[in-house]
């Protein structure tokens, strides 16, 4: 049989494409982060592998497509072959684990593979681009192996690609770019490297020959055989001496290196035809790896396939709609447990009174608990602000209403994280397996659908009982996923394929959408709900399974709310304060830019850290400067050594932290400004694998805290009319916790002193009277104090201090002698998350660590300093949630006008109303100092004032 078959004569000025598979993804796996899908399969090297070829099919357009593999036989085809290539290094687990999985990606899109036991990818792509050159066609060949270069023709272009400033770059060549690249011809290129050798690939060359001489030795003789038969002109003592004594391996090497261009091996070209990759296995496996940014490639007929037929019944008219929820509610009201999933369609133009969120409808699916089909998908569209917009306002808080009923008669048990979180587990576990259950999709960003009456509802503390929030959930079961869209959880609890629905509509709103879209917009709104609805059970399940239900129900529940309330309230902000602050630092930008110009003598952009690398290293000669392929490096590290004897980098430094103040903070703020001159941030509990919750859009946790010019900002934070600021923050939460969990008594007695617990600890470490510590001593005490929170190393303490690894590593290893149980304690989290897959909190939240297993020590390394911070940090992020909530909820017992804004870190803010000053400073301390009961006290620190920067 011909090697190209079905090629015939219409093969002539076609395009083939030929991709070396093991090249391309052992380039994928090392330039992608090791990302994993929600099973934890390895999935990096396919997605990136992926994003290569399909942007080389894009530009190429190609007429064909086949990729080659190497099959590793037992057995090569020669003894020396067997040598050498028998020893190369072996594959990352991580990686070999995904070449099967790139197979199957491979097949799923109808590409055909080529491999072939015997013989390596490199002879199976050189036979395959002769053969089609031979029937007139063209060949670009993609590839990381520059051996095959060998094979450049003009007809035969390889593409070699490589990163270039973080970005992947490609280079062709041709028989042309070979020899104007490496000064021989593509064939003389392998007798260069049989000469030279190729540690990567285990080919020994002729020691002690490097690519010059051997491209001197080839340009000179022609070839290793010209070499040899020339060897006496060969006039260098020392070169003349390792060629004679090596031409066996020059030979070997020759072999080795060769391609074979005649192999038998065929592909069939109308199985290679390109097109119609974007198949429903592929799209169904895509899916399930969680590549979201490939799926847009897919047709709309090939989603709509893989996601099986749908009927939703369409609620148009208000006498539909009652009769609707008559029969919902009477089925719920009657005792039968019902699971209701509910995708509202909501779009929010911004905040404040005049941009009210717009409900275009709501997909509701609902069936008997443990059905799997539905008993109907419905999908009720609203008129804006008319009646039927408050007909389904007012259904959907019924319908909220009849579940929480359900699910309280079912179990009255259940109590708030303000009340009691110590409850057995066995009953913890009974909550709300009984009762309807209304199962939403991020609950925070529609919390205003339900219609709760705080006052009426939450008196005795928060209680939303019978709802489960599936992106909450979801996050709490792999905090490691940060982005969970409702096509995830499909795709993770029940395999189905949704398409997400900005690879459906775009950057549109949903009200446009709709608008030109109806049918679609109704069909993925039923879906979603029906995807809740059946996924939610088993979210549930999960929780419970894993010890997480508690922490659910107790912790992350309650708070949906209280973050839904703080994004609605807002903090006000004075637009012209921020104007000032932004012009006061323009003033002092300006001045340190002059002063810079002239202590360098030199104008320049000092934001290009080419330029002033060029200034700093060259013009003015600085010592330290580390030459990059860009550049001299000007990272702040770097620049922070050089500043104590260089006034000019102390000024460089300054301006950097002054404009990036500037463009951030006082003039970006700006942008998020809202109507009722309030900023709204997004308060986000499903980002961090600790539990920290964030803040973005703006990101108000950011706002700089190390310099007084930083924290000037803070005066434009303003409290309403009347009111003023109060602002509690723990002191030292995570060192506490430290000594709380890890019981080592001299931490714990050092914490129950009283005193200073850095110049208590530099006391015991220095072994210097505590009146004799120094202020040095003390900053290296609380260096050591807080890095071992975070599993620092003897280099990372030792950058951070300006000292020798060697003393670095003194200071801990004195540390840990003065505090043995820690030492055993981390020790402990360590083996344990290795034994058990992940870090767990006080409260039972779960990290997983899968870096610990990692073949690669850099990973492995990081995964142990997780295992040791997890429960530490996580501990501290579950405190401040408890008190969150404790805090909001005593504000709304005791009726106060005061409301909880904003949460930073450790730290919670108050707008106070007048009259009740002290009573907020009492709420404060109590319930944030009694949020755990720890073996030592937390502490905090209270303090009031006109505006944020006061009260802070």
Same mark, same amino acid.
């Given at each position: 049989?011909?090697?190209?078959?079905?090629?015939?004569?219409?093969?002539?000025?076609?395009?083939?494409?030929?991709?070396?598979?093991?090249?391309?993804?052992?380039?994928?796996?090392?330039?992608?982060?090791?990302?994993?899908?929600?099973?934890? $399969?390895?999935?990096?090297?396919? =997605?990136?592998?992926?994003?290569?070829?399909?942007?080389?099919?894009?530009?190429?357009?190609?007429?064909?497509?086949?990729?080659?593999?190497?099959?590793?036989?037992?057995?090569?085809?020669?003894?020396?072959?067997?040598?050498?290539?028998?020893?190369?290094?072996?594959?990352?687990?991580?990686?070999?684990?995904?070449?099967?999985?790139?197979?199957?990606?491979?097949?799923?899109?109808?590409?055909?593979?080529?491999?072939?036991?015997?013989?390596?990818?490199?002879?199976?792509?050189? *036979?395959?681009?002769?053969?089609?050159?031979?029937?007139?066609?063209?060949?670009?060949?993609?590839?990381?192996?520059?051996?095959?270069?060998?094979?450049?023709?003009?007809?035969?272009?390889?593409?070699?690609?490589?990163?270039?400033?973080?970005?992947?770059?490609?280079?062709?060549?041709?028989?042309?770019?070979?020899?104007?690249?490496?000064?021989?011809?593509?064939?003389?290129?392998?007798?260069?490297?049989?000469?030279?050798?190729?540690?990567?690939?285990?080919?020994?060359?002729?020691?002690?020959?490097?690519?010059?001489?051997? *491209?001197?030795?080839?340009?000179?003789?022609?070839?290793?055989?010209?070499?040899?038969?020339?060897?006496?002109?060969?006039?260098?003592?020392?070169?003349?001496?390792?060629?004679?004594?090596?031409?066996?391996?020059?030979?070997?090497?020759?072999?080795?290196?060769?391609?074979?261009?005649?192999?038998?091996?065929?592909?069939?070209?109308?199985?290679?035809?390109?097109?119609?990759?974007?198949?429903?296995?592929?799209?169904?496996?895509?899916? #399930?790896?969680?590549?979201?940014?490939?799926?847009?490639?897919?047709?709309?007929?090939?989603?709509?396939?893989?996601?099986?037929?749908?009927?939703?019944?369409?609620?148009?008219?208000?006498?539909?709609?009652?009769?609707?929820?008559?029969?919902?509610?009477?089925?719920?009201?009657?005792?039968?447990?019902?699971?209701?999933?509910?995708?509202?369609?909501?779009?929010?133009?911004?905040?404040?009174?005049?941009?009210?969120?717009?409900?275009?409808?709501?997909?509701?699916?609902?069936?008997?608990?443990?059905?799997?089909?539905?008993?109907?998908?419905?999908?009720?569209?609203?008129?804006?602000?008319?009646?039927?917009?408050?007909?389904?306002?007012?259904?959907?808080?019924?319908?909220?209403?009849?579940?929480?009923?359900?699910?309280?008669?079912?179990?009255?048990?259940?109590?708030?994280?303000?009340?009691?979180?110590?409850?057995?587990?066995?009953?913890?576990?009974?909550?709300?397996?009984?009762?309807?259950?209304?199962?939403?999709?991020?609950?925070?960003?529609?919390?205003?659908?339900?219609?709760?009456?705080?006052?009426?509802?939450?008196?005795?503390?928060? %209680?939303?009982?019978?709802?489960?929030?599936?992106?909450?959930?979801?996050?709490?079961?792999?905090?490691?996923?940060?982005?969970?869209?409702?096509?995830?959880?499909?795709?993770?609890?029940?395999?189905?394929?949704?398409?997400?629905?900005?690879?459906?509509?775009?950057?549109?709103?949903?009200?446009?959408?709709?608008?030109? #879209?109806?049918?679609?917009?109704?069909?993925?709104?039923?879906?979603?709900?029906?995807?809740?609805?059946?996924?939610?059970?088993?979210?549930?399940?999960?929780?419970?399974?894993?010890?997480?239900?508690?922490?659910?129900?107790?912790?992350?529940?309650?708070?949906?709310?209280?973050?839904?309330?703080?994004?609605?309230?807002?903090?006000?902000?004075?637009? +012209?304060?921020?104007?000032?602050?932004?012009?006061?630092?323009?003033?002092?930008?300006?001045?340190?830019?002059?002063?810079?110009? %002239?202590?360098?003598?030199?104008?320049?952009?000092?934001?290009?850290?080419?330029?002033?690398?060029?200034?700093?290293?060259?013009?003015?000669?600085?010592?330290?400067?580390?030459?990059?392929?860009?550049?001299?490096?000007?990272?702040?590290? $770097?620049?922070?050594?050089?500043?104590?004897?260089?006034?000019?980098?102390?000024?460089?430094?300054?301006?950097?932290?002054?404009?990036?103040?500037?463009?951030?903070?006082?003039?970006?703020?700006?942008? =998020?400004?809202?109507?009722?001159?309030?900023?709204?941030? *997004?308060?986000?509990?499903?980002? *961090?694998?600790?539990?920290?919750?964030?803040?973005?859009?703006?990101?108000?946790?950011?706002?700089?805290?190390?310099?007084?010019?930083?924290?000037?900002?803070?005066?434009?934070?303003?409290?309403?009319?009347?009111?003023?600021?109060?602002?509690?923050?723990?002191?030292?939460? #995570?060192?506490?916790?430290?000594?709380?969990?890890?019981?080592?008594?001299?931490?714990?007695?050092?914490?129950?002193?009283?005193?200073?617990?850095?110049?208590?600890?530099?006391?015991?470490?220095?072994?210097?009277?505590?009146?004799?510590?120094?202020?040095?001593?003390?900053?290296?005490?609380?260096?050591?104090?807080?890095?071992?929170?975070?599993?620092?190393?003897?280099?990372?303490?030792?950058?951070?201090?300006?000292?020798?690894?060697?003393?670095?590593? +003194?200071?801990?290893?004195?540390?840990?002698?003065?505090?043995?149980?820690?030492?055993?304690?981390?020790?402990?989290?360590?083996?344990?998350?290795?034994?058990?897959?992940?870090?767990?909190?006080?409260?039972?939240?779960? %990290?997983?660590?899968?870096?610990?297993?990692?073949?690669?020590?850099?990973?492995?390394?990081?995964?142990?300093?997780?295992?040791?911070?997890?429960?530490?940090?996580?501990?501290?992020?579950?405190?401040?949630?408890?008190?969150?909530?404790?805090?909001?909820?005593?504000?709304?017992?005791?009726?106060?006008?005061?409301?909880?804004?904003?949460?930073?870190?450790?730290?919670?803010?108050?707008?106070?109303?007048?009259?009740?000053?002290?009573?907020?400073?009492?709420?404060?301390?109590?319930?944030? #100092?009694?949020?755990?009961?720890?073996?030592? %006290?937390?502490?905090?620190?209270?303090?009031?004032?006109?505006?944020?920067?006061?009260?802070?």
């Amino acid at each position: 049989m011909n090697t190209i078959t079905g090629a015939g004569g219409s093969s002539a000025g076609k395009k083939l494409l030929l991709v070396d598979g093991h090249s391309i993804l052992n380039r994928a796996f090392y330039g992608m982060p090791d990302l994993t899908n929600a099973k934890g $399969v390895h999935t990096g090297a396919v =997605y990136g592998f992926l994003n290569i070829l399909f942007s080389q099919i894009d530009e190429l357009q190609p007429d064909y497509l086949t990729v080659a593999f190497d099959v590793h036989a037992p057995t090569f085809r020669h003894e020396a072959y067997a040598e050498y290539k028998g020893t190369r290094k072996s594959m990352p687990e991580e990686l070999r684990e995904q070449v099967p999985l790139m197979k199957k990606m491979l097949t799923a899109m109808g590409i055909p593979i080529c491999e072939q036991a015997g013989l390596e990818a490199d002879d199976i792509l050189g *036979t395959l681009a002769k053969k089609a050159q031979a029937v007139d066609m063209d060949v670009v060949l993609l590839s990381g192996d520059r051996d095959l270069l060998q094979i450049a023709t003009d007809r035969i272009c390889i593409r070699i690609p490589r990163t270039r400033k973080g970005q992947t770059v490609i280079d062709d060549f041709r028989e042309a770019q070979v020899l104007e690249t490496y000064g021989v011809t593509p064939l003389q290129f392998i007798e260069v490297k049989a000469l030279m050798g190729d540690a990567s690939d285990n080919i020994p060359g002729v020691p002690k020959v490097g690519e010059k001489t051997a *491209t001197q030795l080839i340009r000179e003789f022609g070839s290793v055989d010209g070499v040899y038969e020339h060897l006496d002109e060969v006039k260098k003592p020392a070169l003349h001496k390792t060629l004679a004594e090596n031409e066996d391996k020059a030979r070997m090497s020759l072999f080795l290196a060769a391609i074979k261009t005649d192999c038998d091996v065929e592909l069939d070209m109308e199985k290679a035809a390109a097109g119609g990759y974007y198949t429903k296995e592929a799209f169904e496996l895509c899916t #399930e790896l969680g590549f979201k940014n490939i799926l847009p490639r897919f047709d709309r007929d090939v989603v709509e396939e893989t996601a099986g037929g749908f009927e939703p019944l369409e609620i148009v008219e208000e006498k539909a709609l009652a009769q609707m929820k008559d029969t919902l509610l009477s089925e719920i009201r009657s005792g039968q447990e019902m699971v209701i999933g509910v995708w509202p369609v909501l779009d929010f133009p911004g905040y404040g009174m005049e941009s009210p969120a717009v409900l275009t409808g709501v997909g509701i699916s609902s069936s008997p608990a443990g059905a799997k089909s539905a008993d109907g998908n419905w999908f009720i569209r609203t008129d804006g602000a008319g009646e039927n917009n408050a007909a389904v306002l007012s259904f959907l808080k019924e319908l909220r209403t009849a579940v929480r009923e359900s699910s309280t008669a079912s179990d009255s048990r259940e109590t708030s994280a303000a009340s009691d979180l110590k409850e057995s587990s066995a009953a913890s576990e009974s909550k709300e397996n009984t009762g309807s259950m209304l199962a939403v999709f991020g609950q925070k960003g529609h919390m205003f659908l339900w219609g709760i009456d705080a006052e009426a509802e939450f008196s005795e503390g928060i %209680r939303m009982e019978g709802i489960l929030d599936l992106l909450v959930g979801s996050y709490l079961v792999n905090p490691l996923k940060s982005d969970y869209e409702i096509e995830d959880v499909a795709s993770e609890y029940l395999g189905i394929s949704l398409q997400g629905a900005k690879s459906l509509f775009g950057k549109k709103t949903w009200a446009r959408a709709f608008g030109e #879209e109806p049918g679609a917009v109704i069909s993925y709104a039923c879906r979603a709900a029906d995807a809740i609805r059946q996924a939610a059970p088993l979210v549930r399940s999960k929780l419970q399974d894993s010890g997480m239900w508690e922490l659910y129900t107790q912790i992350e529940r309650p708070l949906t709310f209280i973050l839904s309330d703080m994004e609605s309230l807002g903090i006000r902000i004075q637009p +012209e304060a921020l104007k000032a602050y932004s012009d006061s630092l323009g003033g002092r930008i300006d001045e340190l830019e002059q002063q810079i110009y %002239r202590e360098t003598g030199e104008t320049f952009n000092i934001a290009s850290p080419k330029q002033l690398g060029e200034v700093l290293f060259e013009k003015m000669g600085l010592p330290g400067g580390k030459k990059t392929k860009t550049g001299y490096s000007t990272a702040a590290g $770097v620049l922070e050594k050089l500043a104590p004897d260089y006034p000019v980098v102390n000024d460089i430094l300054e301006y950097r932290g002054l404009t990036k103040l500037r463009s951030t903070y006082a003039d970006g703020l700006m942008a =998020y400004v809202a109507d009722d001159r309030r900023i709204h941030t *997004t308060l986000r509990q499903t980002i *961090t694998a600790t539990g920290r919750i964030s803040s973005t859009d703006p990101n108000l946790q950011n706002i700089p805290m190390k310099t007084d010019l930083g924290r000037q900002i803070r005066k434009a934070f303003i409290p309403r009319e009347g009111y003023t600021f109060t602002d509690a923050d723990y002191s030292q939460i #995570e060192l506490r916790i430290l000594a709380h969990m890890s019981g080592d008594p001299g931490l714990i007695e050092a914490y129950r002193e009283n005193e200073d617990i850095h110049r208590i600890t530099a006391s015991k470490v220095f072994h210097t009277p505590i009146d004799e510590v120094t202020p040095l001593q003390r900053r290296n005490a609380k260096a050591v104090n807080f890095g071992i929170v975070y599993g620092i190393s003897s280099f990372g303490l030792s950058q951070g201090l300006s000292i020798s690894r060697a003393e670095a590593a +003194e200071y801990i290893k004195a540390y840990f002698k003065t505090y043995p149980g820690i030492k055993i304690f981390l020790d402990g989290l360590v083996s344990s998350a290795k034994k058990e897959g992940y870090a767990i909190t006080m409260y039972g939240r779960r %990290r997983p660590v899968p870096e610990l297993s990692s073949s690669n020590f850099m990973q492995r390394s990081f995964g142990e300093r997780v295992a040791m911070n997890s429960p530490i940090q996580g501990s501290a992020a579950d405190i401040m949630k408890i008190a969150m909530i404790r805090v909001w909820e005593r504000l709304e017992r005791e009726k106060l006008q005061s409301r909880l804004i904003l949460q930073i870190h450790d730290e919670l803010l108050i707008e106070t109303a007048p009259g009740e000053e002290e009573t907020v400073r009492r709420i404060l301390e109590e319930e944030m #100092e009694h949020a755990a009961d720890l073996s030592v %006290r937390l502490e905090t620190d209270v303090h009031s004032g006109a505006d944020w920067y006061m009260a802070k």
